[in-house]
């Protein structure tokens, strides 16, 4: 099985799929950091080399690619994964999807603190960081709606996040 772990930046896909992974004794692949590694550069440095769609590009072949070769598996994908080419049909094809789904008040506190981390708002104001969720989320919750199963991890421990993933995938 597959676990595919798909929601915006700051929705906690990274460290819940740390805790998933450890709690079911399955590999974990982040897809960025496969990326990076597969290309000796960091996302950042794709970005500014060789630009999104590139990138984009090189995100697609590396996720096929897991998606037909590994077994047992969580895999946390970034927040544009699902909404580029036809990724989310494949991902819902080759794995079970799960949507951790946070509010934008949950992602603004914990992105803030993450700014420097993330190339996509780097260089956005804190004033205009809202808007820029909002608007983002809204452009990619019609990809992350059509995951299998949806969790909300606001104000959630994660460990109580990872027993209900489990659940509904195991029920």
């Known amino acids: 099985m597959i676990i595919s772990l798909v929601g915006y930046m700051g929705s906690g896909k990274s460290h819940i799929s740390k805790i998933l992974s450890e709690k079911l004794n399955f590999k974990l692949i982040d897809l960025d950091k496969e990326i990076s590694r597969r290309n000796k550069l960091t996302i950042p440095e794709i970005f500014s080399k060789r630009g999104e769609i590139f990138f984009r590009k ?5 996720l096929e690619e897991i998606l037909a070769t590994e077994e047992n598996v969580i895999l946390s994908l970034g927040g544009g994964t699902p909404a580029y080419y036809n990724n989310m049909e494949i991902i819902n094809n080759n794995s079970k999807s799960i949507f951790l789904k946070a509010s934008i008040a949950t992602l603004l506190e914990r992105l ?8 996509l708002i780097a260089n956005i104001s804190d004033e205009d960081l809202p808007e820029f969720i909002a608007k983002h989320l809204f452009e990619r919750n019609v990809f992350y709606s059509k995951a ?8 959630r421990e ?4 990872v027993v209900e993933i489990i659940e509904k995938l195991y029920s």
């Open 58 to 62: 090189l995100e697609r072949e590396a």
């Open 112 to 119: 803030t603190k993450q700014k420097e981390k993330r190339p």
């Open 148 to 155: 299998q199963f949806s969790v909300n991890t606001d104000n």
């Open 158 to 161: 994660p460990e109580i996040i």
